[in-house]
Every structure is written in C-alpha cells, then in structure tokens.
C-alpha cells in the first residue's frame, strides 16, 4: 500500500466516508517494529533474524534480547525493539506482488525479479551484520565452526512465511504431527532448504493441507522465491521458527509497560494454575518447596536450564500445580488426559512452545504410569519422537521424573498445607 500510486486518493476516500475514523499507512520502521515484536511476544527470550512476508514487502531485522538484558545500562537508554526497528530493511518482494511477475511469460522479466530479491536479501543481511555485532559474531561461528552445531536462527511471521510452515508441517517426518499450531512449530535449517520438494507437494496433493488456503497456495511459487532468497543470503540457518504472532499482536504488545513485554508469559499460567491450589497462608514459597524437592531427588546437571526437562525448560511450577488434578479419577484416564491436555489445553498461550507442550504432557503422563490405550498410543509416539529429535535421553527423564512425582503422591496425598507437610512425609 506505501507504494501504491492511489494510495493517497484512498485515504482520502476513507477520510470522507469517515470522517471520525483516522487511517494512516505504516512506516517501514513502524511495519518493522510492530511485525518483529509481534513475532518475539511469544517466546521469553529470542536470538535471531526476524522476517515478515506480507503480500506487498518483506521486512528483516535482528533481536537478541540475552545481549540486550546484558546491555541495559550501556545502550544509552535505547532498546532493542527501537533498534531493531530502526536497522530493519524493507524489501517490495511481498507474496501478492512477486506472484504477478512469476506467472508472467516472460522469462527475462521472471529472472529479473529473482535476481533483484537474492540481491536485495544479500544486502539487507549485510546491512544487519554491520548493525548487530551478535548476529556478525554468529555468522562468523557458523562459518568457522561445526556446521551442524551453529548457525544463524531464523524467526519467520506473516502469512506467506506461515503457509511455508504448514507446508513443512505437513510433510513433517512426525506424522501425523501432534499439534496443529504453526505458532513456535520449528524446522531445521535442512528442512527448511527443501523448496523444490514443498514445491512439488503443493502441486501435486490435491487434497487440504491444514493451514494453507486457496490463495496461499496459488501464491506458494512466490513464497517459495522468498524463502530460497533468504536462504542464498544467510550463510547457515541453523533453525527456522514461525511465529503464530504478528503486527497486530506488536502494536498492542507496544501499548504495555516495558517491565511487562519483557516478563516471562509462562508466569501467567504458573500463577493461575497455583492460585487453584494455595489457601489463603499458603504462598510461592510452598510451590519452591515442592519443586526443592523433586529436584533433589535427580542428578545435580538435570536442574540446569539447558536440559530438555520441565525443569530445564522453565515448566517447573507448571508441572508442579497438577499432579495432583484428576484425583479420583483412574490412572488411566489421567494418563491419556496428560497427553490430549498437552496438545490442546491453553492454545495460542505465549511460550508455550510445542517442544515444551510435548515434554510437560510426557512428563505428567508417566506421572500417572502413562496407561494408554490404543486410540491414545499414536499421540504418544509422535510426543516422544518430537522430544526425541531435540534430545534422546529427555524421555527417560521425562519418565523419570513422572515416576518420582508418582511416589511422592502416594506419600503426599493432596496438595501440601504448608511448607513442612513434604518434610514431615519424606524422610
């Protein structure tokens, strides 16, 4: 719409129809800003590149809100979002408007077009290496480095990007894959190369793909063109994630206090799924007690939060706050419930990523001596197959400590009154 030859003679339509309605049309900062934020609202912290494919632009900028928290003090009052917003690029490839020159006949005119987005992406990336010394530290490490341990990672949002996802969703070697949110669905950076096989699945399944509609998937050429832009501009993409959040979600993650845009968003579902269970005396302190507890029962290394646990992936309180729900029902029961609970429960919830979905599920399934039945089999499987790329031995802590809770319930038999009830149980 920034370029578009009418596109002051429509706001002036707009402002004599409605006079009382203001419509202005975004900056590329601002577009920037709003999509970036939007696409970070989701995880707590996040390192990486940023994109956003609309139908008529493409934006790209750089977050890393670890070097950001160490940088406070020093970056002179200036945050990232504004710095990120401000060394953005914006580039006219949109979805929408490369579809047009593809479906041309005209083959100089289709290489042409091509040839502008690599270059365009090229120096855009450039551009942010000179802007970010974390991302020109990566791009350099992975380079030099063990290529299947670094690279760059990548964050991708809008609709062209997301209908990319479903597609890689849906020829996911999980199949079928457990969760339909493309929201934090992550592709490694091999998968995410292989746009000649998205390409002729998109041509020949005849059937609906489970998040693409008709419109994206006329577009898919275009967003195939992008992303192979993006991928002959960055030297190694390690990991690709797309973002379920977007402008919209930015500009109203703008209006919060900075203190809240930066707070953990799993803090809300600890605090409402604790507030079922604490009296009125009752406060955190027994919640740590309880996780005091289990922690001491596994090897120092498992509390660290590089561990792919619900302690290490920061579900702590999380996981605490229900193994004690479902008392009365049987074991079985509770088992499947730990798994559909897992996929289903809390959608669209930031930072609830599907790798920590899936290992919270496991977890409070062996918890319950994971009794399936055969309906509920097949969702297992494809949870521990998810965990189990990311890291093999993660499902036998997973069982693990669902078996320590398991005992500690026999024990325990309901929610602790007060910070001794554990200590006076288990000695």
Same mark, same amino acid.
């Given at each position: 719409?920034?370029?578009?030859q009418?596109?002051?003679?429509?706001?002036?339509?707009?402002?004599?129809?409605?006079?009382?309605?203001?419509?202005?049309?975004?900056?590329?900062?601002?577009?920037?800003?709003?999509?970036?934020?939007?696409?970070?609202?989701?995880?707590?912290?996040?390192?990486? @590149?940023?994109l956003?494919?609309?139908?008529?632009?493409?934006?790209?900028?750089?977050?890393?809100?670890?070097?950001?928290?160490?940088?406070?003090?020093?970056?002179?009052?200036?945050?990232?979002?504004?710095?990120?917003?401000?060394?953005g690029?914006?580039?006219?490839?949109?979805?929408a408007r490369?579809?047009?020159?593809?479906?041309?006949?005209? *083959?100089?005119?289709?290489?042409?077009?091509?040839?502008?987005? /690599?270059?365009?992406?090229?120096?855009?990336?450039?551009?942010?290496?000179?802007s970010?010394?974390?991302?020109?530290?990566?791009?350099?490490?992975?380079?030099?480095?063990?290529?299947?341990s670094?690279?760059?990672?990548?964050?991708?949002c809008? $609709?062209?990007?997301?209908?990319?996802?479903?597609?890689?969703?849906?020829?996911?070697?999980?199949?079928?894959?457990?969760?339909?949110?493309?929201? &934090?669905?992550?592709?490694?950076?091999?998968?995410?190369?292989?746009?000649?096989?998205?390409?002729?699945?998109?041509?020949?399944?005849e059937?609906?793909?489970?998040?693409?509609?008709?419109?994206?998937?006329?577009?898919?050429p275009?967003?195939?063109?992008?992303?192979? $832009?993006?991928?002959?501009?960055?030297?190694?993409?390690?990991?690709?994630?797309?973002?379920?959040?977007?402008?919209?979600?930015?500009? @109203?993650?703008?209006?919060?206090?900075?203190?809240?845009?930066?707070?953990d968003?799993?803090?809300?579902?600890?605090?409402?799924?604790? *507030?079922?269970?604490?009296?009125?005396?009752?406060?955190g &302190?027994g919640?740590?007690?309880?996780?005091?507890?289990?922690? *001491?029962?596994?090897?120092?290394s498992?509390?660290?939060?590089?561990?792919?646990?619900?302690?290490g992936?920061?579900?702590?309180?999380i996981?605490?706050?229900?193994?004690w729900?479902?008392?009365?029902?049987?074991?079985?029961?509770?088992?499947?419930?730990?798994?559909?609970?897992?996929?289903? /429960?809390?959608?669209?919830?930031?930072?609830?990523?599907?790798?920590?979905?899936?290992?919270?599920?496991?977890?409070?399934?062996?918890r319950?001596?994971?009794?399936?039945?055969?309906?509920? /089999? /097949?969702?297992y499987?494809s949870?521990?197959?998810?965990?189990?790329?990311?890291?093999?031995?993660?499902?036998?802590?997973?069982?693990?400590?669902?078996?320590? *809770?398991?005992?500690?319930?026999m024990?325990?038999?309901?929610?602790?009154k007060?910070?001794?009830?554990?200590?006076?149980?288990?000695?």
């Amino acid at each position: 719409m920034r370029r578009a030859q009418n596109a002051a003679s429509m706001l002036e339509a707009i402002r004599k129809e409605t006079p009382d309605l203001v419509v202005q049309i975004l900056a590329p900062q601002v577009e920037t800003l709003f999509g970036a934020v939007g696409a970070r609202s989701g995880f707590a912290d996040v390192k990486g @590149l940023f994109l956003d494919l609309g139908g008529g632009s493409v934006q790209m900028t750089y977050m890393d809100t670890y070097a950001a928290k160490l940088n406070a003090q020093a970056d002179g009052g200036v945050n990232y979002e504004i710095a990120a917003a401000l060394a953005g690029q914006s580039m006219p490839f949109g979805a929408a408007r490369l579809i047009r020159f593809l479906e041309t006949s005209d *083959s100089e005119v289709r290489h042409a077009e091509t040839s502008k987005l /690599q270059a365009s992406m090229a120096e855009s990336f450039h551009k942010l290496r000179t802007s970010f010394p974390t991302l020109a530290a990566t791009t350099a490490a992975a380079l030099d480095g063990d290529k299947k341990s670094t690279g760059v990672d990548v964050y991708l949002c809008g $609709g062209g990007f997301r209908g990319y996802g479903s597609m890689l969703m849906h020829n996911d070697p999980i199949r079928p894959y457990p969760i339909a949110s493309i929201g &934090s669905y992550v592709a490694s950076g091999k998968a995410f190369g292989k746009t000649k096989d998205m390409t002729k699945i998109n041509k020949s399944y005849e059937g609906k793909i489970f998040g693409m509609s008709k419109r994206r998937r006329a577009q898919f050429p275009a967003i195939v063109t992008v992303v192979e $832009g993006l991928i002959a501009a960055i030297p190694r993409i390690r990991s690709v994630t797309f973002c379920a959040g977007g402008n919209r979600e930015g500009a @109203l993650m703008m209006k919060l206090p900075l203190s809240i845009r930066e707070s953990d968003p799993l803090t809300c579902l600890e605090i409402r799924g604790l *507030s079922t269970m604490l009296s009125p005396v009752q406060d955190g &302190s027994g919640a740590q007690h309880l996780l005091d507890t289990l922690v *001491s029962a596994l090897p120092q290394s498992l509390g660290d939060v590089d561990t792919t646990t619900v302690f290490g992936l920061q579900l702590g309180r999380i996981y605490a706050s229900r193994i004690w729900d479902g008392l009365g029902a049987d074991s079985d029961a509770n088992s499947s419930a730990a798994l559909h609970d897992a996929v289903t /429960q809390n959608l669209g919830t930031p930072g609830l990523t599907h790798l920590r979905r899936a290992v919270l599920g496991l977890t409070l399934c062996a918890r319950w001596g994971t009794s399936l039945g055969a309906i509920d /089999q /097949q969702l297992y499987r494809s949870l521990c197959a998810m965990v189990d790329a990311v890291d093999p031995d993660a499902l036998f802590w997973a069982a693990y400590i669902g078996a320590v *809770s398991a005992v500690l319930a026999m024990v325990v038999t309901r929610w602790p009154k007060d910070i001794n009830a554990i200590a006076e149980s288990i000695r």
